[in-house]
């Protein structure tokens, strides 16, 4: 029961970075270094945890340097979506 407190309370904090990430981008901050820190993060994941929903996560967080404010903050509530179904 613990176990599943901490892996809710996680994935909260995970979607707070992300919508984090996204405010910096909307100020025109160092969003760049949010996006890292979330990027190096994701790579600490225990190999049971590298799911197709990770894999996706992933890829899609690492193309946000490319992407126009339209599509970045789309894929920022895509990834939020994705963080959920991620089984840690």
Known sequence: ???DHSKTE????????????LREREKNGEW???LD?????????NEEAKTINYYSLSHKLASCRMLSF?????TIFDCM?????IDL
């Open 37 to 45: 820190a979330i990027l190096i993060e994701l790579l600490g994941f």
């Open 32 to 34: 760049e270094k949010f």
């Open 10 to 21: 996680y994935k909260e904090k995970m979607k707070k970075k992300l919508y984090g990430l």
């Open 70 to 74: 339209k599509y970045f903050r789309k």
């Open 81 to 85: 979506s994705l963080f959920e179904r």
């Open 1 to 3: 029961m613990e176990e």
